[in-house]
């Protein structure tokens, strides 16, 4: 029904009016309810039940017009089409090929090995969509800020710094990434240098690389490059082909069955009916237009979690997203005997961080060697070399970009970056942290940074730096709970009730307790650490030193 009201944008505004109205009308009376009480003469866990409901909200026609921004800017990213073989007009004549995101875009920045074509996706997205989120984006920053302040907060930045607890937040995270800059540039630089034996003059051997040719639309993964890369080609292969995928019957649906199998084996509960029943699998095949950004979904009811993607046969990177977001799901259950105000991560970082450990454990060679995804089970140094490097195009490569995506919003948010300079500062620290350009001379028409799918929905991007942190600390001690000897990149914890267990006893705690409590009570240590994945890559991280000493590669931009 609503997906029919959707197609009339009176009825939808209007119903848009109605919910906000209400939404604002609850929000009111919480505070006003809450305002009675003295906070200092509550206990510490009703006080932090508190901190999660009072939030004093826009005045009324400011938070619809918050909302409806949001919402233009979701349709723009879902519609927006970039059209190839134009006319000189710059007209779409008969002969183009025209393509939304997902997956006619998508699919090019994944496969296509022409420079010039993904060259010509990359900025025609950044045209179409970005260029019209411009303006909205500007006025979203107007409102978050207003919102925040109204909250006692300098900024929205400040607001969402506030979600971890720590007046040192901001140099916490510098620092780590500076303990791991090393290995990211020596990452870096052998991706430079397989990307210029494939494009040749294009991707210069020394300096930045251009940001087109990263695996995505953004360069945010840089899985996709793992078959043009592979350190020992003739080891056996770690990523399963779709013929694979499909000699095991690796349907939607049994991926899903698979990965459910996956946790219960650990000990959780299965999922509910209602997950199987109401669930979005698949793209629709009716014409509905649908946001295929794989999220896990709870209803607050207690019973009903969801997820919505578009996944697609016989396809690795779908199964492995699976795992991922079946991670949330499995979180969502955990604590839902809460409080409602806690039925939350520890932090957003610990959401992620276990929906990404999940998925990194499925990718094991071992556990994938179980469900016959692969042929041999190889122990030896250049296997592990060939795991290691696939794992880290999709962690230590995203540490920069997902820093430079938030430090951009503090500093637009605390008005340090003027607003007519807003895209030129981005490029700044897109070269000065993660060691790219754009292809194409950005101009004061662009404002890239809500072409990607969080920055234009409101999501910060922290929560994905903390988790790659965290997520190595969670499988450090779940491999120690697994009784796990050797290296722990060979370790794997699926099918381990122990692993289960512990796991569980911290995903039950929701957010009732602050996250360097829940990470005490799990692994005994209070703050996020880098030792775990420092431990995990030292392999590759010597690895790659030699290697790009043999190749007279420059370290570094």
């Known amino acids: 029904m609503i997906l029919r009201i959707r197609k009339s944008v009176n009825v939808m505004q209007h119903l848009k009016k109605y919910q906000i109205y209400h939404l604002r009308e609850f929000e009111e009376h919480i505070l006003e309810q809450g305002s009675k009480f003295d906070l200092k003469s509550l206990s510490e866990d009703e006080q932090r039940q508190f901190k999660f409901i009072i939030s004093k909200p826009l005045p009324q026609e400011e938070q619809l017009e918050l909302s409806e921004i949001i919402s233009e800017m979701s349709e723009i990213y879902n519609t927006e089409e970039v059209c190839f073989n134009k006319t000189e007009s710059g007209d779409a004549d008969s002969k183009s090929k025209c393509h939304t995101l997902s997956p006619g875009l998508s699919n090019i ?89 494939i494009y040749g003059e294009d991707v210069p051997p020394n300096g930045t690389i251009p940001a087109n040719v990263l695996g995505d639309m953004w360069g945010r993964f840089w899985n996709n490059l793992y078959p043009l890369m592979i350190p020992y080609p003739n080891k056996p292969n770690l990523q399963p082909s779709k013929e694979r995928m499909a000699s095991q019957n690796m349907t939607v649906e049994t991926m899903f069955k698979t990965t459910e199998k996956f946790y219960t084996d650990m000990g959780f509960e299965p999922l509910f009916d209602s997950f199987w029943n109401h669930s979005m699998f698949k793209k629709p095949e009716d014409g509905r237009v649908v946001q295929c950004h794989p999220t896990a979904w709870d209803f607050g009811n207690k019973q009903d979690f969801r997820i919505k993607m578009c996944a697609t046969d016989y396809s690795f990177h779908d199964f492995l997203t699976i795992h991922h977001e079946m991670g949330h799901t499995i979180y969502q259950m955990q604590y839902r005997h809460l409080p409602y105000q806690f039925q939350r991560g520890a932090n957003n970082g610990f959401h992620e961080a276990i929906g990404e450990l999940m998925a990194m454990n499925a990718a094991t060679p071992s556990y994938l060697y179980k469900l016959g995804l692969i042929d041999e089970l190889v122990d030896d140094e250049e296997s592990d070399i060939n795991f290691l490097l696939s794992q880290s195009l999709i962690t230590i490569s995203t540490l920069p970009f997902h820093l430079v995506n938030d430090v951009w919003r503090w500093r637009v948010f605390s008005g340090e970056f003027p607003q007519d300079q807003w895209n030129n500062e981005f490029w700044k620290l897109k070269r000065e942290m993660v060691g790219v350009h754009p292809p194409v001379p950005r101009t004061p028409k662009d404002l890239d940074p809500p072409t990607l799918f969080h920055i234009n929905q409101d999501y910060t991007m922290m929560r994905y730096f903390t988790r790659t942190i965290l997520q190595f600390q969670f499988a450090e001690e779940l491999c120690r709970e697994a009784g796990h000897e050797g290296p722990l990149h060979r370790c794997s914890f699926a099918g381990s009730k122990a692993a289960g267990a512990k796991l569980g006893e911290m995903l039950s705690l929701g957010g009732s307790v602050p996250w360097q409590e829940a990470l005490d009570k799990f692994a005994g240590i209070r703050e996020m650490s880098v030792k775990p994945i420092v431990k995990f890559f030292q392999p590759l991280y010597e690895w790659l030193k030699k290697k790009n000493i043999e190749n007279g590669d420059i370290v570094g931009w």
């Open 109 to 197: 920045m994944k496969e296509s090995l022409d420079f010039q074509e993904r060259k010509q996706a990359w900025q025609g997205w950044r045209v179409q969509a970005g260029r019209k989120m411009k303006p909205l984006y500007e006025r979203y920053v107007e409102l978050k800020n207003q919102k925040a302040r109204l909250n006692n907060f300098t900024d929205q930045g400040d607001l969402w710094r506030s979600n971890y607890e720590t007046e040192t937040f901001e140099s916490d995270v510098m620092g780590m990434y500076e303990e791991l800059r090393p290995l990211y540039q020596e990452l870096h630089a052998y991706v430079r240098r397989n990307l210029h034996s």
